[in-house]
Every structure is written in structure tokens, then in C-alpha cells.
């Protein structure tokens, strides 16, 4: 007489242990965030790289951006300062000279139109000053700003792309439950598991992105508002500068 092998003696006696061992067959043996990476589709693992790569984006220009607003506030805030003492025109644009921050570029611009009208101080030059300081302005906060744009788009559309990951996973897992002929829980999870790993990753990406940009929006309105005082403090000096010397013109007329 044959032996009957122990494993087909299991099988007839404990058939629901014969199931789960083929069940356990059919999982993957690490259900780490990475092993389901690993596991995911080609196009889940797409919108995972890209969603994790934004993150990264958003970080490098967090970092970058609050370095450049933090240096040039501080040089705002000193240059605001000095515009705000007892000087002259001429005196701060020496001070400033060969500077390129902001507030040294609203200077010279101010100097060479003070220049070019010849030191007619009339309704006409008041306008063609304003005129530059605002087109200076301008230029300035267009420059502080770039790059919050990308942080705005990032956190507008991470959540979207993490959730056209999950529904493609989510597709492929129900696309592998009909192959299988099961819809045993253990094998259905692994897949929804992966695939609703990429919203995870999108909330990750764009909750940051909205946090930081709202934060980098609060230090280009500061900045931008320095700017507009250093503006207002530049007509002043040119006015003072006009009432001394009216005031030296009269008194050598006496």
C-alpha cells in the first residue's frame, strides 16, 4: 500500500487551512510603503515618483526662497532706515552705489531721472519719478515671487494626480480579482493598498505646498510694502532736496 503524503492528508482534513496557505501563497511578503512601491503598477509607481519629486521641489524652493526673503527684507529694513534720517538724495546714492538690492535700484533709477530732467522740479518730473519708482517696484517683486508660482500649482494638483494613481490601482486590483476568481479579502487588500498609497503621497506633496506658500505670499506682501515706503521716502528726499536749494537760491537772491 502507497503512503499518502501528510500535505494531501491536511488538505482533506483541514481544507480552510489548505486555502489559506494558498492565500498566503498569493500576498506579497513585505507590505512596507516600499514593498507595496515595489509592488505597484507602472503607472501608480509614475505618479508616486512624480508626486515625491514635487515634494522635493516644493522643499528646495521653501529653503531658497525663504533665504532670499529673509537677506533682502534685512537690507530693506536698513536701507528704509537711512532713507528716513537726515540725508540727501546724493548722499544715499553713494552710499548705495554699485549695490543691486531693491531699494539701491530705486535710488538710481530716481538719481538718473533727477539727471536727465536737468533739476526742473516740476508736476512733469514728479510723474516721470513715480512712474519709475513703480515700474522698479514692480521688477523687484516679480523677481522675489518666482518660483511661488510652481509651489501654488504643486499644491493645487498633488491631491488630483495621487488620486488618478489610487483609481488605476484600484482598477488593475479589481482587473486581478476577476482573474483570480476570488474575492477573498486577503488578496483583494494588498492592491487597494498600494494604490491608495499614491493619495497619501498626494495629500504629502500639497499639504506642505499650501502651507508654504501662503507663508512665502505673507513675505512678498512685507517686502513689497518696504518697497513702497522706501518709494514714498525717495519723493520725500527729492522734495526736501528742492525746498533746500529754492531755499539757497532765495537767500543768495537776498
Known sequence: MKHIEIPFVAALLWPGLA??????ALLPHNLSPWGMFMGADVIVKAVM????FASLVTWTVWLAKSLELGRET?????????????????QVERDSEGQRDAVAQLIHSAVRETALSHGLFDDGFKERIALRLERV???MSRKISRGTGVVATI?????????????????????????????????????IAEA?????????????????????????????????????????LISRDHGRRSMHIARAAE
Open 155 to 191: 499644491g493645487a494638483t498633488a491631491p488630483f494626480v495621487g488620486l488618478f494613481g489610487t483609481v488605476w490601482g484600484i482598477m488593475n486590483a479589481f482587473i486581478g480579482i476577476s482573474e483570480a476568481h476570488t474575492t477573498n479579502l486577503a488578496v483583494v487588500a494588498p492592491g
Open 19 to 24: 486555502s489559506a496557505a494558498g492565500t498566503e
Open 74 to 90: 534685512s537690507i530693506a529694513k536698513r536701507r528704509l532706515a537711512t532713507l528716513e534720517s537726515d540725508t540727501t538724495l546724493a
Open 49 to 52: 515618483i512624480g508626486l515625491a
Open 137 to 139: 517696484e514692480h521688477a
Open 196 to 236: 491608495l498609497l499614491a493619495t497619501a503621497l498626494g495629500l504629502v506633496a500639497a499639504i506642505p505646498a499650501v502651507v508654504i506658500y501662503n507663508q512665502l505670499v505673507r513675505g512678498v506682501t512685507g517686502y513689497r510694502a518696504l518697497l513702497g515706503d522706501a518709494s514714498a521716502q525717495v519723493m520725500l
